[in-house]
């Protein structure tokens, strides 16, 4: 698991004296390669049983980008076998780990309650989360400030003639509506895109204050939901756009010196260069959206992303996007 930094990544201890309980700390991991998969989504018995089939890499790491389960127990059985498999393990929610099941198969528990909830768990498998302090990755590819975060969405990712008090409607024109307004509530919040905002803010102070410590080092920021609307291409549901992010954070790659941007949600594996920032989206998917994959004998070892070292790519400007299959 992650060790100390070397000395020239902490801070002097004058300085470690008067740092806050909420700074960033700095690690040092001795690791191979950063691997990321999102939306593995294990209520489902097919990606239940291929998770179980995960191949260990125990010197490598691995980002879980949200939507691992929609239960406590289903979040269980993704990160004990996450931690069986690699070093160290990180998580950030989606959807669905917010999800308000009933209590028949789960706690009942609302919004930011639901949310600490798998906080908690994951800490029990050691499993670093957004509301713990980053760790810079020094393995292949290293070093760099790997940063999970937390943002939703604020049904901002929308045409400029459409108004955010008829978001949800234009959706529901063409048969598009997203089951978090059903099961996704934001206490103690007003509305999801309250609590966005709070989010965003929160995460934004907490990534400047990382740039602040490592002005030198990259980053690496994990974030179920995409960080950019240009990146949200939903041919067959395209009004699904608004359940998507935020464009909030549109220059959040430029800004906080993103080497890589992972995310997951959309279950369109692509891999796009915005501004030399290679961003990942690396959903596994419902058993229909990766059936093509099973039928040539490729599961979620095939479908893991190599974030670190990683694909190489321009140092500044755009790529177009490739699509992937699996890999």
């Given at each position: 698991?992650?060790?100390?930094?070397?000395?020239?990544?902490?801070?002097?201890?004058?300085?470690?004296?008067?740092?806050?309980?909420?700074?960033?700390?700095?690690?040092?991991?001795?690791?191979?390669?950063?691997?990321?998969?999102?939306?593995?989504?294990?209520?489902?018995?097919?990606?239940?049983?291929?998770?179980?089939?995960?191949?260990?890499?125990?010197?490598?790491?691995?980002?879980?980008?949200?939507?691992?389960?929609?239960?406590?127990?289903?979040?269980?059985?993704?990160?004990?076998?996450?931690?069986?498999c690699f070093d160290t393990v990180w998580w950030?929610?989606?959807?669905?780990?917010?999800?308000?099941?009933?209590?028949?198969?789960?706690?009942?528990?609302?919004?930011?309650?639901?949310?600490?909830?798998?906080?908690?768990?994951?800490?029990?498998?050691?499993?670093?989360?957004?509301?713990?302090?980053?760790?810079?990755?020094?393995?292949?590819?290293?070093?760099?400030?790997?940063?999970?975060?937390?943002?939703?969405?604020?049904?901002?990712?929308?045409?400029?003639?459409?108004?955010?008090?008829?978001?949800?409607?234009?959706?529901?024109?063409?048969?598009?509506?997203?089951?978090?307004?059903?099961?996704?509530?934001?206490?103690?919040?007003?509305?999801?895109?309250?609590?966005?905002?709070?989010?965003?803010?929160?995460?934004?102070?907490?990534?400047?204050?990382?740039?602040?410590?490592?002005?030198?080092?990259?980053?690496?920021?994990?974030?179920?939901?995409?960080?950019?609307?240009?990146?949200?291409?939903?041919?067959?549901?395209?009004?699904?756009?608004?359940?998507?992010?935020?464009?909030?954070?549109?220059?959040?790659?430029?800004?906080?010196?993103?080497?890589?941007?992972?995310?997951?949600?959309?279950?369109?594996?692509?891999?796009?260069?915005?501004?030399?920032?290679?961003?990942?989206?690396?959903?596994?998917?419902?058993?229909?959206?990766?059936?093509?994959?099973?039928?040539?004998?490729?599961?979620?070892?095939?479908?893991?992303?190599?974030?670190?070292?990683?694909?190489?790519?321009?140092?500044?400007?755009?790529?177009?996007?490739?699509?992937?299959?699996?890999?």
């Amino acid at each position: 698991m992650a060790a100390n930094l070397s000395a020239s990544h902490e801070l002097k201890n004058e300085e470690a004296d008067n740092a806050s309980a909420s700074s960033i700390a700095a690690n040092k991991t001795r690791l191979n390669k950063l691997h990321a998969i999102s939306d593995i989504h294990v209520g489902f018995s097919e990606n239940k049983i291929a998770w179980s089939n995960l191949r260990p890499r125990r010197n490598d790491g691995l980002i879980l980008c949200g939507d691992v389960g929609d239960t406590i127990d289903q979040l269980r059985h993704a990160f004990s076998r996450a931690t069986e498999c690699f070093d160290t393990v990180w998580w950030c929610p989606g959807n669905h780990e917010l999800y308000t099941m009933s209590r028949k198969s789960g706690s009942g528990s609302r919004g930011e309650q639901k949310y600490q909830e798998c906080v908690d768990l994951a800490r029990e498998y050691k499993i670093h989360t957004p509301e713990d302090d980053f760790v810079v990755w020094e393995g292949q590819g290293g070093p760099a400030v790997i940063a999970p975060i937390f943002t939703l969405y604020d049904y901002s990712f929308r045409p400029d003639d459409v108004s955010l008090e008829g978001a949800v409607k234009w959706a529901e024109e063409k048969d598009t509506v997203a089951t978090d307004e059903y099961l996704l509530h934001p206490d103690p919040h007003n509305s999801r895109q309250e609590w966005c905002k709070a989010l965003v803010e929160r995460f934004e102070a907490k990534l400047e204050a990382a740039k602040a410590k490592f002005p030198s080092l990259p980053f690496i920021i994990a974030n179920h939901w995409p960080l950019r609307q240009d990146l949200v291409r939903l041919k067959f549901i395209p009004r699904f756009s608004i359940w998507c992010g935020t464009k909030l954070t549109d220059d959040w790659h430029r800004r906080f010196n993103a080497k890589v941007v992972i995310s997951g949600h959309l279950h369109i594996r692509r891999t796009d260069w915005k501004d030399g920032c290679r961003f990942e989206e690396v959903s596994l998917g419902y058993p229909r959206q990766w059936k093509a994959c099973a039928d040539m004998g490729r599961g979620v070892n095939e479908l893991l992303r190599e974030i670190l070292p990683g694909q190489q790519g321009p140092e500044t400007g755009d790529v177009p996007t490739r699509w992937r299959i699996y890999g």
